[in-house]
């Protein structure tokens, strides 16, 4: 049955006058000013309502004009905006601002999406939000809130936010495009909150099909309210420090992942700055290359693991940050950059060297508990793995050495996750940067998540994130139980 969409909206409208109102959209109220508008929705990622009013007010006082703004520098801007979060990137976005307003629009806050996406700091999320609530003009601004409640509702049936707000832009009726957002997340606060929504006190309980939502169970009950469904992804980010400025960080959210895999990461920690060392939430672990700016793998975890381990403890395999291994209470998870054969094939003994050790590892650790090994696998398994078999057979990531290894991880009772869940074509994880490959879809699916022949029953779905851009590579995840 579809979702009433109309009645929902109506009862909102109700429901949410008694709550808080969305700091973006007070300062809308009381300003009408899209400059102030601007600054303030910049303030608001990843920040609570109080910390951006207060930090707002601060930053308004020394600067209410983009000329005001001007005579500030980014170190002053980093100490009035602090504590919101990442400060810093926001402080250099802000300082950037004056300029790029004055140089592309007189000085202006232009009133269009594909305007204000070209204002550094700037993404389709912020720019909706403008759009909507300091020109009151139709546009959909889709964050986490909108996005996961959306779903519940069944109204769209999307993985990234970005879907939704195509979704919605076809389906939601426009006289509701303004106003979602600060209905959505007013009641994605309150009541339908990401971890445990109060389903027993929600006034669209009769009409929502709850989709995907744990019940929260009756206090004092013996289980606990999670049904310990874990959300595990990888990504070959092909350099952090260029990820990072591709918004690396926002799709670690909009990833929702209780445990990210990164490879390839080409940077010491020392490099990186501290936003991406001290995520809210998740405890981060490194393993670079001893070589600078060359591969290396880190972890983000929400849960904290039992024990790390650094490599595969083999010396002249470890140099060059490709593993991390994990121990949690009854899984190991292995994060592994596997290596390129290589032009010519010249680096195919090092890695087929490496596949053994691999292997060798996880039938020891599977003996103890479940293994996933989430990671660049940098090899095409099948002729149904890569858009171009024939013209590829002795290349680098589809010889036969290696596409054999893949045989004897799979006859040894290894699960290639997606495989289990799909065995259509076109599905790929790598495109080359040249030749327009990723929109023409000529790709490779070398990007996996493995599990021991015991888990098979522990992984409940599996997928790849092609909509995902900032890598010449896509994540891949897994739901495990
Ligand atoms: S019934 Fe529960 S899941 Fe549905 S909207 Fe209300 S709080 Fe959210």
């Not at 045989?407 to 289990?420: C, H, N, P």
């Amino acid at each position: 049955m579809a979702f009433a969409i109309d009645t929902a909206v109506a009862i909102l409208e109700q429901e949410v006058r008694n709550y808080q109102v969305p700091v973006v959209d007070l300062i809308a109220a009381q300003t009408r000013d899209p400059f102030r508008v601007l600054v303030a929705t910049i303030l608001s990622a990843r920040t609570r309502d109080e910390v951006t009013a207060a930090a707002a007010r601060r930053l308004f006082a020394r600067a209410a004009t983009p000329a005001e703004l001007a005579r500030l520098d980014e170190k002053s801007l980093e100490k009035i905006i602090y504590p919101v979060g990442f400060f810093r990137n926001k402080a250099r976005y802000l300082a950037a601002l004056p300029a790029v307003l004055n140089r592309e629009f007189q000085g202006r806050v232009p009133d269009t999406v594909e305007a204000l996406v070209r204002l550094p700091g700037v993404g389709r999320k912020t720019a909706n939000l403008v759009v909507a609530v300091a020109f009151n003009k139709p546009a959909i601004c889709v964050d986490t809130h909108v996005h996961r409640i959306m779903n519940i509702w069944g109204y769209v049936h999307t993985r990234t936010p970005l879907q939704t707000e195509m979704v919605l832009r076809e389906k939601l009726p426009q006289r509701y495009w303004i106003r979602i957002n600060s209905l959505l997340v007013a009641f994605g606060q309150e009541i339908c909150r990401p971890q445990r929504p109060r389903c027993d006190r929600c006034p669209l309980a009769v009409i929502c099909p709850r989709i995907g939502v744990t019940p929260l169970r009756a206090a004092g009950s013996a289980r606990p309210v999670a049904d310990g469904r874990l959300r595990l992804v990888s990504w070959n980010v092909n350099g952090l420090r260029a990820a990072l400025k591709k918004g690396f960080l926002d799709t670690l959210h909009e990833l929702d992942a209780d445990i990210l895999a990164v490879q390839e990461i080409k940077a010491m920690p020392e490099q990186l700055p501290d936003e991406v060392k001290k995520v809210p939430g998740y405890h981060v672990y490194w393993n670079p290359a001893r070589r600078k700016g060359y591969s290396g793998t880190a972890v983000f975890s929400r849960r904290r693991p039992l024990e790390v381990v650094h490599g595969l403890g083999r010396e002249e395999l470890d140099g060059e940050g490709r593993v991390l291994l994990l121990e949690y209470d009854d899984f190991f998870f292995i994060n592994s950059y596997f290596p390129n054969a290589g032009p010519g094939l010249k680096r195919l003994d090092f890695k087929l060297d490496f596949n053994r050790a691999m292997l060798e590892l996880m039938d020891r650790l599977s003996e103890r508990k479940s293994v996933v090994l989430g990671g660049d696998l940098n090899v095409a398994h099948r002729e149904i793995d890569l858009a171009n078999p024939a013209g590829n057979e002795k290349n680098p990531g589809f010889s036969p050495p290696e596409r054999a290894w893949m045989d004897e991880l799979v006859g040894a009772g290894y699960v290639d996750t997606f495989r289990r869940f799909n065995q259509e074509p076109d599905h790929y994880t790598w495109w080359s940067y040249r030749f327009d490959a990723r929109a023409r879809n000529i790709g490779w699916r070398i990007d996996y998540f493995i599990v021991d022949p015991g888990s098979r029953d522990r992984v409940l779905a599996a997928a790849i994130h092609d909509e995902v851009p900032g890598s010449d590579h896509c994540p891949v995840s897994i739901e495990f139980r």
